[in-house]
């Protein structure tokens, strides 16, 4: 099956109309989170020193830096806020697999300030770049992953090419190049994990994605096969390939739909334990003078990974249980600001993370978790939690969307910025240009 | 073995006065064959188009694109460059693998515009760039190039890293970092060849080595085992891994010494063959009225690749051994214009090549030749060919790389231009502004 030109074939032929509401609307949800993460990173060392690496060389100010004011050339502007975005692994998550925001939505936000191309071009050409990248990655997973490729740089090219080559207006026969241009600068090893480089993955594939399909609308040529060949993509770089994964249900099921966002900026197996613990808080107004003792059972994998009790810095409080439940109690949430160092040193969260114990329960999934409360006068409070908020079955609703997004923009744009762009995201699809949301991203 | 950390050490610690004279002349000769290679596909439809795609979003004017008047910043120099040199595929080739100049010189000439670095340190620079790329490919090598990676980007990526970072001085830490950076960036897939995206895998690997050593300047981190580990380079992209090829013999054995250059602008099994053809015509100064007839024997491989008996289009014409055989004679050369559309179909030419024939013959090797000529004055010419020009064997004299350069800045640059350009890179050493070759390389 000639896979590649197929999928072209699809991209190129699909119509907004086709795209269910709902689908549009996460678009939209993807959209919030996906800026609040890149704003929220916007000072972060690893920007900073890629923009200091880079900046001497960007061209013309076409595209703003979200949370910055430096304005750049749209392939520098899809690189760094590419990077930005997944610098916190905050970013949105498919249920199988890959960051599909992070890739795609740098590239097509600096097109649209560019071309000033509408929110509903945006919104359309994100779905079908979503599909792509979903649908090729999970043609080659697990096997691919499993043999040291970081999926979300793999597989990501393709979405950012497919979702700029929409946008660009390509026909059949370039979008097919703009694939195999995508193809061949597949690239992204998992041992960068800890590294600068982890973000790196994203912002590289937004940034080749993007030139691919500027490339393929000037008629540079690549292979027309360039995902199922001997020597093409799949066969190179999985010892698995189903192409059928690639085009079935096309137009029927929708990957968008599977997408998930983490309320809380720390690993998955933490999730559980903070949600429960910022019911509980908000349900009986606790505050930290109230409470006694806390236990919290938990899966196995959370002592693995997360029985840090007394942690020293920012980082390590992203790996301390003991952490993520003092402050959801204290603070009623979780994000980049609980986990930054000096929220790990503050003497009042210190002593409320030392009430907290935690005990093995083989009977708890890894993102479930149950949490007993002891008051001081005597009560007993407990939450058992299936399914942690911003899982498929219990998602974050808009307005937790808008929450992260503040807390993520807090201290880098003023409130009216940030309510600004809320409004933005989610009126996308009636804006004549959706380039309005990077500019009202940027820092004064 | 630590052989990232030992690699960047080797390169950082590496002084000029270690590099033996003849290697550091090679150097010269490896730059006055990839600026001519450069210079000659200037003006290729695949350069054409990549140029129309990125030029809008190029940097301030840093650095020349050879051969044209466009000047930008040095990331996208180093691309189009690279591009251009590989083009043709008439750049120099590692006896065991790797295209080693056009992924290296484009980043050191562009970083040396911009910089105004010396030659020396050009030279030493592009001496470290080649062992970089060529030990690590052939630590994987041939299994990598097997399963379908083209060995010129993938391990490319390394040679410019390495070589740039020596420029920029990186530290042992920095340099680690940015042969990490280069690793987790190497792509480029075999199923590419036929199409533009050949000559993209050089120019992506010489503009990424460039933007790795720029990041790890600026301290943005990688792995630091990122060609050894687990999920590194080479066990992700290999299923052979011999670290101790990298490291072996550091300073004594010199790869730029196994680096051959191409004579013809045609494969390798035609090589042979023009060769003997242009000894026997300036030996007995033939002339095309003078010739009766030309038998060739020739290796069965040559049947397979190059029977095309009446090539209609230039590309068809590298694919002709009747063709090689009518324009050498006639010519006294077989360089990119005898290789044009309108070169295969010049009725003169058209008719030389009639009067040639081939026969198969299995004691003759790949890139050997048997010319047979019959004059018209009854006279008996012939040649065996045992080791065909441009062979380790029998390299390409230096005067004959002036010529091979003459030929492909022909029609591109003024012929005092292109004099200059030879005079410059055979005393690149004395230099101290390298970046001078890349001015004068300009087109008007």
Redesign the interface.
Known sequence: MAVTRTLARYIVQSRHEEIPADVRHEAARALLNWCGCAIGASRHE?VN??L???L?????P?AQILGRSERV????AALVNGVSSHVFDFDDTHARAIHPSAPVYPALLALCEWKGISGADLVHAFVVGVEAECRVGLSVFPEHYM???HITGTAGVFGAAAAAGKLLELSEQQMTWAL??A??????????F????KS??PG?AAQNGL?AA??A???????E??IE?????A??MSTKFDPEVITAEWGKRWELSSNMYKPFACGLVVQGTIDGCIQLRNEHQLTPEMIASVELKVSPIVFELTAKENPQTGLEGKFSVFHAAAVALRFGRAGEAEFSDAGVLDSATVALRKKVRIERDESIGRVQSHVYIRLRDGRTLERRIEHALGTLERPMSDADLENKFLGLADGILARERADEIIRLCWAVETLPDAGVIARAAAAA
């Open positions: 690893t020193n890629m200091a690496a880079v001497p060389f960007a061209g013309e076409q050339d749209i392939l520098h043999i040291g490729w195999g241009i193809a061949t600068q597949s690239s992204g090893l998992r041992e960068m800890g590294s600068m480089c790196l993955h590289r030139n500027l490339l609308a000037n008629n540079f040529t690549s292979s096969q360039g060949a001997k020597r093409g993509f066969q190179v």
